[in-house]
């Protein structure tokens, strides 16, 4: 796939995937910002499309109807990893689409094909205008999104380690509760029939259990480098 005629020499596209709570975000954002990259977070891409969804009064059990009115909103991102932005019709819902509301409906509205269909093309072409390169994180990212990124991570931690981090940000909230709101997530994430969460053939596995973010970082920087320099 060609990605884009202005690209340089040096850029390289990144994929990193994974369930909840295993740290793409975190990991993502300071990959791209140590290594002079665009940053697009599609998980939040989403939120927003979910929370635009929630706000029109649209019946999240009905995927036709979701799917009705899923070309209707201009979804903008910004992807300076210092500074990563998202709007919805000129409004800025980077608060808004991480409530507990867009969090629990984020994964049947994700499933219906004609939203997937908008946002793959979406970040393909966020994608294609990074002239330096890009890290884009997600769940379908190396296996759909760019089946043809230079590098493909897929990152893993155990249920427990993930909502120890989440109950850690949600100051405090119930450890069970939060380990089974992910595992439900996640489960509705894999089985869907369009671009399900899943590890791309070619991608390097990373457990981040027994890790610290530096450690996960570092570690991907180093698979970027080593990328770049077979290049
Ligand atoms: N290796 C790590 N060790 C400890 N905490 C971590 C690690 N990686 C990430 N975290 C923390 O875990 C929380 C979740 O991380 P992050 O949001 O990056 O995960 P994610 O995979 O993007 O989650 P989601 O898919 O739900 O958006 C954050 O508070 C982050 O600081
Ligand atoms: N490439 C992607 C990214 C995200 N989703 C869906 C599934 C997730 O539960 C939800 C929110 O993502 P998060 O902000 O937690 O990373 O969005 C997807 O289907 N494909």
Not at 3 to 20: E, F, H, K, L
Not at 147 to 167: G, H, I, N
């Amino acid at each position: 796939m060609e990605t884009s005629a202005a690209r340089t020499a040096q850029a390289v596209i990144v994929a990193i995937d994974g369930p909840s709570g295993t740290g793409k975000s975190s990991t993502s954002k300071a990959v791209a910002a140590q290594l002079g990259l665009s940053y697009l977070d599609t998980g939040a891409q989403y939120r927003a499309i979910t929370w635009w969804m929630v706000n029109n009064g649209i019946d999240i059990g009905d995927p036709t109807a979701i799917a009705a009115v899923a070309a209707k909103p201009e979804i903008v991102s910004g992807t300076d990893p210092s500074a990563p932005t998202i709007t919805v019709d000129g409004t800025d819902v980077s608060g808004p689409i991480r409530t507990q509301e867009v969090t629990s409906k984020v994964s049947a509205v994700s499933a219906v094909p004609e939203v997937r269909a908008r946002i793959t093309e979406l970040q393909r072409s966020v994608a294609a205008a990074a002239e330096r390169g890009i890290v884009v994180e997600g769940r379908d990212i190396g296996t759909t999104v760019l089946p043809d990124a230079d590098l493909k991570v897929f990152l893993t931690a155990s249920p427990e380690a993930r909502a120890a981090r989440r109950s850690g940000e949600l100051k405090g909230a119930d450890l069970h509760t939060t380990r089974e709101a992910l595992l439900k997530r996640d489960a509705a994430d894999s089985t869907r029939k369009t671009s399900p969460l899943a590890k791309a053939d070619d991608a390097v596995e990373v457990d981040t259990s027994d890790l610290t973010l530096q450690q996960v970082i570092e570690c991907v920087v180093t698979l970027v480098e080593e990328k770049r320099a077979a290049k």
